[in-house]
């Protein structure tokens, strides 16, 4: 399985303000997903991240709330733009498994607190 | 579409007791069916996986049978340890072109010495 790190792992962020999570992968992979797990909730996918290509965002989720980039196939960051209370939250980027069957393997999240 | 549907909690248990979480999915197509747990302060790891019909999947003293006439994917464990104590997430995964995990909403677990 990758390793994947995040950061930051945690922040406390002013309303309006914008913050960049990092991904770093220990191998080359070609999908890299963004999730994010709101309060008490489950995991919602916000984008599909390929290298060389735009971002795919989910339903509800849009390019100026969470421009996302991905220079290279070990890197991808994720910005939530304009920040409100309601996007406190855990973002999680993971990456797929090797055998095909599905899983996907996570970071240990990014927790956001927006005052 | 594609759904999965997890037995609510919290559920609160005494230590080595058994413990059965269920799971239900409506998909399209056949999925691979997943659970994961969260450790408090951790992220997502995979717990264990099946990826056909009839196939059991198995880590840690957990288990779950891919059963496609009833749609479910039940975790069970026969002796529960306060260790267990985690929230477990049901989830599925179709690839048709794109790639996604669909997660269910999640079951907190409190195991009691």
């Known amino acids: 399985s990758a390793v994947i790190s995040q950061k930051p792992s945690r922040d406390i962020c002013q309303r309006g303000t914008s913050l960049t999570i990092q991904c770093q992968v220990d191998?080359?992979?070609?999908?890299m997903f963004w999730y994010r797990q709101q309060p008490g909730q489950s995991l919602t996918l916000i984008a599909t991240?390929?290298?060389?290509?735009?971002?795919?965002?989910e339903s509800g989720f849009v390019i100026d709330k969470f421009p996302i980039s991905r220079p290279n196939l070990t890197f991808s960051t994720l910005t939530v733009s304009n920040m409100s209370p309601e996007d406190s939250s855990i973002y999680l980027c993971?990456?797929?498994?090797?055998?095909?069957?599905?899983?996907?393997?996570f970071g240990e999240g990014s927790r956001l607190t927006v005052l | 579409g594609n759904s999965v549907t997890q037995m609510e909690g919290p559920v609160t248990l005494s230590e080595e007791a058994f413990l059965t979480i269920n799971c239900t999915y409506t998909?399209?197509?056949?999925?691979?069916l997943f659970w994961y747990v969260q450790y408090p302060g951790e992220g997502l790891q995979l717990l264990l996986k099946?990826?056909?019909?009839?196939d059991k999947g198995s880590n840690k003293g957990f288990e779950a049978t891919y059963r496609k006439e009833t749609t479910s994917f039940h975790l069970e464990k026969g002796s529960v340890q306060v260790s267990d104590s985690a929230v477990y997430f049901c989830?599925?995964?179709?690839?048709?072109?794109?790639?996604?995990?669909?997660f269910g909403q999640g079951t907190r677990l409190t195991i009691n010495p």
């Open positions: 993971s990456v797929s498994g090797q055998s095909f069957t599905g899983e996907l393997f």
């Open positions: 191998s080359q992979v070609t999908m």
């Open positions: 991240a390929n290298q060389g290509s735009e971002a795919t965002y």
């Open positions: 998909a399209t197509g056949y999925p691979s």
């Open positions: 099946a990826t056909k019909a009839d």
């Open positions: 989830a599925l995964s179709i690839i048709q072109g794109a790639q996604k995990l669909v």
